[in-house]
Nanobody, 122 residues
Framework: VQLQASGGGLVQAGGSLRLSCAFG???????MAWFRQAPGKEREFAAT????????FYANSVKGRFTISRDNVKNTMYLQMNSLKPEDTAVYFC?????????????????WGQGTLVTVSS
């Protein structure tokens, strides 16, 4: 399964960005997630969504500001990021798994995109 993340860029604090993750698999994938890795830090969980899109879960650091969604017809997952903060600066990775349910653990995801850089200036 190929995952292609896009939509990163430079934005001022308080601004918004929408990340996209196209998954190239005609019969779909299971649960998906966004992780992020800031410079000098370990990769951390941001948001996850189940196969149908009806179940989501967020890290406390992004809850209320980020919204994860997916369009299984377009084979694309999204992360709408609002009220961005400088501490949101990171490379954002999309990930997918065969199981249909959500997960917050990187070890549960076997398919990974290449990452897209989000930089939030103060």
């Amino acid at each position: 399964v190929q995952l292609q993340a896009s939509g990163g860029g430079l934005v001022q604090a308080g601004g918004s960005l929408r990340l996209s993750c196209a998954f190239g698999r005609p019969f779909g994938v299971g649960g998906m997630a966004w992780f992020r890795q800031a410079p000098g830090k370990e990769r951390e969980f941001a948001a996850t969504i189940n196969q149908s899109g009806g179940d989501t879960f967020y890290a406390n650091s992004v809850k209320g500001r980020f919204t994860i969604s997916r369009d299984n017809v377009k084979n694309t997952m999204y992360l709408q990021m609002n009220s961005l903060k400088p501490e949101d600066t990171a490379v954002y990775f999309c990930a997918a798994r065969n199981q249909p349910i959500i997960s917050t653990s990187p070890a549960d995801f076997i398919y990974w995109g290449q990452g897209t850089l989000v930089t939030v200036s103060s």
